[in-house]
């Protein structure tokens, strides 16, 4: 039926851009902001594979995860320690990610620049009602939920978002500025790292030199529309999601690529990101200190 | 605090130190940049000893294609032409305050300008050509202000809408290629550029052409323009501190708008230089293999350039040649051109950590013998 | 604010028994030797001593820049010391984060509140506090800062967000939230900046409790009036050194003057001279500005200014000078009423008009809006005017650097800028010469009217004095000054006629001869004249 496939697939395209809005979402909040998540993504979906080959789904995760929480400990220590520029850190992090990911497909599979993960090392889904759904879809629910409590409702979140705001005055309150941000930042790794397993192992189920295919920027946007509420970025992640799995659908459907070409189907997701973040961002307001290296003589 | 008048040799010693923090301080930038390189190059043989390759003979091979032979300087040159313009449209959005990462959207769309005009031209060949670099321009610019607009009336991060728009005009080029400026005699790329609007090859056997000198002229155009206009004025301003930039009487609005149109220009005409100036077949291929990753690579050539159009040509020849050079390394000791993806990337993130090398610095005790030194010397007024 | 030069208290006090070292009591807080060098190597503090007893009000005066605040932030762990030793009770301690500080007891109330404005009072109290995972528990929290509140009688809503409270509620949270942490030792910075006389008594009535419940005050302030009032004994700083410590305790305000500054008196202003029939320059006709957040700033506001006079507008900042300035300068919409300069309207233009027309703005903050501190000297000389044909080549469109160059030099010999060259970056420059070329910069352009916000706001004797003198001069040739400062010892000086703005509002305005400081601190802080005892 198309329409359950239709809502099956949004579901897993919801996945990826949700876990990894929701780990930057508290980023952001302390006040680091990484725009290298493509590259994240990207390099954990390669450890992924590897990891799944060497030990099968779960190991793949984990892999993921762990990738992921380097890369973003890497880009914290830059932004915090060395007070490095954000920005640039995060761009240097997506065009490493596209070599180092090149050139080990081929190092590894031989194969130039592609590789389908076997079925056995793939994420085994659960049977639904409207179709094998992986329970990735629930975790991403419940990462969504977690973040939103810690945020709200913790002793630990009330410090994030103070050196998120206005990191002296936490300073003067006795946080450790320096050790919440990095925190921040590795969280947002961590997830970012298990949304790119989920890429390579689960749902896509290949790995190719671009895989993540602008995922990360879609994940940025969504941070962007949720307002940095992380159950926003559920709802985020449904919408991007919506237009991403139509667009892999249609592509394959007869009738529809006849009346609207292809490639501008696929242009859909982008479209829409646009869109919305030009929509909605009127009064969006990032956390005062959000970006911004803390200093003290 | 300079409760009594200055004696003389205390400002002429001022001066003194004043010159040489200047020196320290671009010698210090050129060192920052070389351990940044230092440590790309250095990553890249880990990596490549780790992979089972010789990183030895492949930087061999390295150097020998990209400096080895004129045909070598010569392809270095070709390649590092579209990574002045890329490199510019990152740089010159950098000074001005901006994160312009839609060099690539913007070169895709000055090429598919560049092969509607050029296919369709006709005339002297001065004017072909001159006509298709400045439709692909037009072009470029066109695609660059959106970004810029919706950053200025709805706060977008540009970021975000240059990387949707570079998304887009990669689908809609793939479209047109295989469509409406499609060549009926080869349906894998489009429509080839009339005789009269191609670049010949300088060096007969080689990559390189005149436009070699068009992204030069763009480079030192936009250098012209930031030290020596008051516009440009305006825009470095806005980049270091927008409220002084209104109480200067300046817009705002109006430098955002302009640098994002001189950026996109500087990415249309890097798009028409890899039509028009790429002999043999003068056309874009159906999967964009024209234009690559340029986009991108520019900005690791902005930043290891400083963002200074002077530097960024320097960066864009480095850059190049790591890429004419690769092909040789290819040969000579069978690595993957991918490799380079790594060094530049490693770089990047090298630059990017501006506090590590006072960093390096403090550890090695170098800060320590400063202070000791400074304990000498009589107080000096606080810097507010 | 009203004459307090009898001191209230004094060593005698506390029923006889001593209560500063001075006066025979027990070190508690001593801190040796203390010295702090900046990385770059500015000394800021140099070998200074300081000892405090328990239950003691400290005070520690100094001008801008002594190295008050310095002193205090390496006690409060903000700043490590470059050498010298700390000891509390008897022992040495190590102050070397804000954690360790506040686990001994020290808190400070900064200066520039360290308050998140988007979080709640109580959630700025309770920020950094308990177990990580678990949550914080507001009605405990509640419970007890209410109690506080009923013990001290500083009363401040807890639920509000702090960016939405007056600031002188924000300072009230602030300090509720350092006693709330059980402090031994209360340091206040600068506590009175931002407070009318009135609300700086019952600051102080607040304090004087607190002293007499046990806990020390170290109150940094650079104003006499308040030593003499609130203080057992005080520490003068000057340039990073101590002058001497002394008990307040038959100290005159001439004598810490004296200690504070090293002369006799502060320097004069120079000549005030006579000047021929006043044309108006300026006239402000019931003009209504907004501030950030929509609210009216300036209510109906209406005055004129008259060729060869320096008018003034004193008042408390925050209470809509900064728009009024921004209003009358191009960078803030007019939202109804006109403005006229020498006779055009001034509604709607941008800063450039403005300029053409001959205004002139020397903005009160002047790093954010005056300069660019990481271009040069010389790229700063020509800020707002680089489009100017003076500093134009024939070939259109393009910079002459030589007469740039020319211009930046003028600039800094005739205002006496110290800078080892023209193209030192503007952040290397100490903050009076910075002013310096700012102002000199300014009054190149030759304006009718020159506008100055807090012009010698952050600035050393020397350079404030230089400063002032150049706004004399500008009055004296016969152009006129806006004034705006928060400083009414230099407005009484300074000012021909003054007018006190109070929540928007020009409350009066007051000729030279009319001058009173008593009355003009009352309109300060709202008391309309004729009502309230003086």
């Given at each position: 039926m198309l329409w359950a496939s239709l809502i099956l697939g949004a579901l897993h395209a919801m996945v990826p851009l949700t876990i990894t809005a929701t780990g930057e979402i508290l980023s952001e909040r302390g006040g680091v902001v990484n725009i290298g998540l493509e590259g994240i993504l990207l390099i954990s979906a390669f450890t992924a594979v590897i990891g799944a080959e060497m030990g099968g789904p779960l190991a793949g995760l984990l892999a993921g995860v762990l990738t992921g929480a380097l890369l973003g400990l890497i880009h914290g220590v830059i932004a915090v320690f060395f007070r490095g520029d954000q920005t640039v850190s995060g761009v240097g992090l997506n065009i490493l990610a596209l070599g180092v990911v090149a050139i080990g497909i081929v190092d590894r599979w031989g194969s130039a620049g592609f590789h389908r993960v076997e079925r056995a090392f793939r994420v085994p889904s659960l049977s639904t009602p409207l179709g094998p759904m992986s329970p990735m879809v629930i975790v991403a629910v419940l990462l969504a939920a977690f973040t939103w409590y810690l945020l709200k409702y913790t002793n630990l979140g009330l410090k994030i978002q103070a050196c998120g705001e206005n990191p002296a005055a936490a300073d003067a309150a006795g946080v450790r500025v320096e050790q919440v941000r990095l925190f921040g930042a590795v969280y947002a790794g961590a997830l970012t790292g298990l949304a790119g397993a989920y890429l390579s192992i689960d749902w896509l189920a290949t790995i190719t030199e671009n895989l993540p295919a602008g995922r990360g920027f879609i994940a940025l946007a969504t941070v962007v529309f949720s307002r940095l509420n992380p159950w926003l970025a559920v709802a985020g992640g449904l919408i991007f999601g919506f237009f991403d799995s139509l667009g892999l659908i249609a592509s394959t459907s007869q009738q529809l690529t006849r009346i609207v070409p292809y490639q501008f189907i696929q242009m859909m997701p982008y479209v829409v990101t646009l869109l919305v973040v030009a929509g909605v961002i009127g009064r969006f307001r990032a956390p005062a200190a959000s970006g911004q290296p803390y200093r003290r003589e | 605090m300079d409760p009594r008048p200055v004696e003389q040799w205390e400002l002429e010693t001022a001066q003194r130190q004043e010159r040489r923090r200047q020196l320290r301080g671009t010698l210090g930038s050129f060192a920052e940049i070389a351990v940044a390189l230092v440590i790309g190059l250095g990553v890249g043989a880990v990596v490549m000893r780790v992979a089972g390759y010789d990183w030895l003979l492949a930087y061999e091979g390295l150097v020998m294609g990209s400096f080895g032979d004129l045909w070598a300087v010569a392809d270095t040159l070709a390649s590092a032409t579209p990574l002045i313009l890329t490199g510019l449209v990152f740089g010159l959005s950098a000074r001005a305050g901006y994160f312009n990462i839609g060099a690539q959207g913007q070169m895709v769309i000055g090429a598919l300008a560049a092969v509607a005009v050029g296919a369709h031209i006709s005339g002297p060949p001065v004017v072909a050509v001159t006509v298709t670099f400045l439709a692909a321009g037009v072009a470029g610019a066109i695609w660059a202000l959106p970004p810029a607009l919706l950053k200025a009336t709805r706060g977008v991060h540009e970021v975000i809408s240059t990387i949707m728009f570079n998304w887009i005009a990669h689908y809609t080029a793939l479209y047109l290629v295989f469509n409406l400026l499609n060549d009926p005699r080869s349906a894998e790329r489009s429509l080839r550029v009339v005789p009269e609007a191609r670049l010949g090859a300088l060096i007969p056997g080689a990559d390189m052409t005149a436009a070699i000198f068009v992204a030069a002229g763009v480079a030192l155009g936009i250098y012209w323009l930031l030290w020596h206009s008051p516009w440009g004025y305006e825009m470095r301003i806005a980049g270091l501190n927008p409220s002084a930039l209104r109480y200067a009487g300046a817009n705002p609005l109006w430098s955002v708008n302009l640098t994002f149109i001189l950026a996109g220009l500087a990415a249309g005409i890097a798009g028409a230089s890899q039509v028009i100036g790429r002999p043999p077949t003068y056309a874009l291929y159906g999967d964009l293999s024209n234009l690559g990753d340029l986009g991108f690579d520019g900005i690791a050539v902005a930043l290891i350039g400083r963002n200074h159009p002077i530097g960024i040509i320097l960066a864009a020849v480095f850059i190049g040649a790591l890429g004419a050079g690769a092909r040789m390394m290819q040969i000579m000791a069978n690595v993957p051109l991918d490799m380079v993806r790594i060094v530049h990337g490693t770089v990047i993130i090298a630059l990017a950590a501006p506090e590590a090398w006072s960093l390096l610095g403090k550890l090695l005790g170098l800060n320590r013998r400063r202070g000791q030194s400074a304990a000498a010397a009589p107080a000096k007024a606080l810097p507010q | 604010m009203p004459d307090r030069s009898a001191p209230r208290a004094g060593a005698a006090a506390a029923g006889g028994k001593a209560v500063s070292v001075l006066g025979g009591a027990e070190p508690w807080l001593e801190m040796r030797g203390i010295t702090k060098v900046y990385p770059n190597g500015t000394r800021a503090l140099e070998n200074v001593d300081l000892v405090v007893a328990k239950g003691e009000i400290h005070g520690l005066?100094?001008?801008?820049?002594?190295?008050?605040?310095?002193?205090?932030?390496?006690?409060?762990?903000?700043?490590?010391?470059?050498?010298?030793?700390?000891?509390?009770?008897?022992?040495?301690?190590?102050?070397?984060?804000?954690?360790?500080?506040?686990?001994?007891?020290?808190?400070?109330?900064?200066?520039?509140?360290?308050?998140?404005?988007?979080?709640?009072?109580?959630?700025?109290?309770?920020?950094?506090?308990?177990?990580?995972?678990?949550?914080?528990?507001?009605?405990?929290?509640?419970?007890?800062?209410?109690?506080?509140?009923?013990?001290?009688?500083?009363?401040?809503?807890?639920?509000?967000?702090?960016?939405?409270?007056?600031?002188?509620?924000?300072?009230?949270?602030?300090?509720?939230?350092?006693?709330?942490?059980?402090?031994?030792?209360?340091?206040?910075?600068?506590?009175?900046?931002?407070?009318?006389?009135?609300?700086?008594?019952?600051?102080?009535?607040?304090?004087?409790?607190?002293?007499?419940?046990?806990?020390?005050?170290?109150?940094?302030?650079?104003?006499?009036?308040?030593?003499?009032?609130?203080?057992?004994?005080?520490?003068?700083?000057?340039?990073?050194?101590?002058?001497?410590?002394?008990?307040?305790?038959?100290?005159?305000?001439?004598?810490?003057?004296?200690?504070?500054?090293?002369?006799?008196?502060?320097?004069?202003?120079?000549?005030?001279?006579?000047?021929?029939?006043?044309?108006?320059?300026?006239?402000?006709?019931?003009?209504?500005?907004?501030?950030?957040?929509?609210?009216?700033?300036?209510?109906?506001?209406?005055?004129?200014?008259?060729?060869?006079?320096?008018?003034?507008?004193?008042?408390?900042?925050?209470?809509?000078?900064?728009?009024?300035?921004?209003?009358?300068?191009?960078?803030?919409?007019?939202?109804?009423?006109?403005?006229?300069?020498?006779?055009?309207?001034?509604?709607?233009?941008?800063?450039?008009?403005?300029?053409?027309?001959?205004?002139?703005?020397?903005?009160?903050?002047?790093?954010?809006?005056?300069?660019?501190?990481?271009?040069?000297?010389?790229?700063?000389?020509?800020?707002?005017?680089?489009?100017?044909?003076?500093?134009?080549?024939?070939?259109?469109?393009?910079?002459?650097?030589?007469?740039?160059?020319?211009?930046?030099?003028?600039?800094?010999?005739?205002?006496?800028?110290?800078?080892?060259?023209?193209?030192?970056?503007?952040?290397?420059?100490?903050?009076?010469?910075?002013?310096?070329?700012?102002?000199?910069?300014?009054?190149?352009?030759?304006?009718?009217?020159?506008?100055?916000?807090?012009?010698?706001?952050?600035?050393?004797v020397a350079a404030s004095a230089a400063i002032r003198d150049l706004l004399m001069d500008i009055r004296n040739e016969g152009q006129a000054v806006l004034l705006v400062s928060a400083d009414l010892d230099e407005t009484l000086a300074l000012a021909d006629r003054v007018a006190v703005m109070y929540e928007g509002e020009i409350l009066a305005v007051l000729e030279r001869d009319q001058f009173d400081r008593e009355r003009i601190g009352l309109l300060m802080g709202g008391v309309r004249d004729g009502s309230a005892a003086g």
């Open positions: - | - | 005066l100094g001008e801008n820049g002594a190295g008050k605040s310095t002193l205090m932030k390496i006690l409060s762990g903000i700043l490590p010391l470059t050498a010298g030793r700390i000891r509390l009770g008897g022992r040495d301690i190590s102050l070397r984060t804000t954690h360790d500080a506040l686990a001994h007891g020290i808190g400070m109330v900064h200066q520039h509140f360290s308050l998140v404005p988007t979080f709640t009072a109580l959630d700025n109290i309770l920020l950094g506090r308990g177990a990580l995972l678990s949550s914080p528990n507001r009605a405990q929290a509640r419970a007890r800062v209410q109690r506080l509140m009923d013990e001290t009688g500083l009363y401040a809503p807890l639920d509000v967000p702090v960016e939405q409270l007056p600031v002188g509620t924000q300072q009230r949270i602030e300090i509720l939230k350092t006693l709330d942490r059980e402090v031994d030792l209360l340091i206040l910075d600068e506590p009175t900046a931002v407070l009318t006389p009135q609300e700086t008594d019952q600051l102080f009535q607040v304090l004087r409790a607190l002293a007499a419940r046990g806990t020390t005050i170290i109150l940094i302030t650079h104003k006499l009036q308040e030593i003499l009032a609130l203080t057992h004994a005080v520490t003068v700083l000057r340039n990073g050194r101590v002058v001497g410590t002394r008990l307040t305790a038959g100290a005159t305000a001439a004598d810490l003057a004296r200690m504070m500054v090293g002369a006799e008196r502060l320097p004069d202003v120079k000549q005030r001279q006579p000047h021929a029939a006043a044309q108006p320059v300026l006239r402000v006709a019931g003009i209504t500005v907004k501030d950030d957040s929509g609210q009216d700033a300036v209510k109906n506001v209406s005055f004129e200014i008259y060729t060869g006079e320096i008018f003034a507008i004193a008042g408390v900042t925050g209470n809509g000078q900064t728009e009024l300035v921004e209003a009358l300068t191009g960078l803030r919409p007019i939202a109804s009423g006109r403005a006229y300069l020498l006779g055009e309207s001034i509604n709607g233009k941008s800063p450039r008009q403005l300029y053409r027309m001959g205004l002139a703005h020397v903005p009160e903050d002047r790093h954010r809006l005056g300069m660019v501190a990481q271009l040069s000297v010389l790229e700063n000389s020509i800020l707002g005017i680089h489009h100017e044909r003076r500093f134009r080549r024939r070939l259109p469109g393009t910079l002459h650097w030589g007469k740039v160059r020319r211009h930046a030099r003028y600039l800094v010999e005739r205002f006496q800028v110290l800078t080892p060259s023209l193209s030192t970056p503007m952040r290397s420059l100490s903050g009076g010469n910075q002013q310096k070329l700012v102002v000199g910069r300014e009054l190149s352009k030759s304006p009718s009217l020159v506008v100055a916000g807090q012009p010698t706001r952050g600035l050393d």
